[in-house]
């Protein structure tokens, strides 16, 4: 795919429609849903994240309780929306993303942004769930691209160009985490 621009951030300001609705999901602590409020200013965007608690598995392969991660996240995130939630703009959905999915008519999304579980099921499962409720000519843009251990993002993402399901458009030129962004037909 060819590059578009540097970061992720110049993607959301020189590529994606002003206006309009969309979600992104997987937010942690709201902080990229913040650029996306402020240089696209939708006409309302979905936040969802589950902060799944307990235990995970760190980078250096060590078992850790996340529930006060998780927690500080959760609470970072709906401390930093309250304004846009209370205006009507901003709606945070607590679920898994894939359950929230089934809250939504399809073709209801100019733009999914997609950012949560990096896993090859976890990111085709979003993908599966969330292409039918994209807009035909809407954007799927998916984080973190780049071949990194465990992660199956460029698998689901070249799969999809590859079976037709979405059209490239092109990368940001980040070294570790890539963002694609991809157009349905």
Not at 37 to 62: C, E, I, M, Y
Not at 78 to 101: C, F, H, K, N, T
């Amino acid at each position: 795919m060819k590059v578009l621009c540097k970061k992720r951030w110049h993607l959301v300001k020189d590529w994606m429609p002003h206006g309009g609705i969309g979600i992104e999901i997987g937010i942690a602590r709201a902080r990229f849903s913040r650029v996306c409020l402020s240089f696209l200013n939708p006409d309302k965007l979905f936040l969802v994240d589950s902060w799944d608690r307990g235990q995970h598995t760190s980078r250096a392969g060590l078992r850790e309780d996340w529930t006060a991660v998780q927690e500080s996240r959760r609470r970072e995130a709906y401390s930093s929306m309250r304004p846009d939630i209370e205006a009507g703009r901003v709606e945070i959905i607590q679920s898994l993303s894939v359950d929230a999915a089934t809250r939504f008519p399809d073709e209801y999304f100019d733009w999914v942004f997609v950012d949560a579980d990096h896993s090859y099921e976890g990111c085709h499962a979003d993908a599966v769930a969330y292409l039918p409720k994209l807009k035909s000519g809407g954007l799927m843009i998916f984080h973190d691209y780049g071949v990194r251990e465990g992660y199956g993002v460029k698998q689901v993402v070249d799969e999809l160009i590859a079976a037709g399901a979405l059209d490239p458009v092109g990368v940001t030129d980040e070294k570790r985490a890539v963002t694609a962004m991809l157009r349905k037909p």
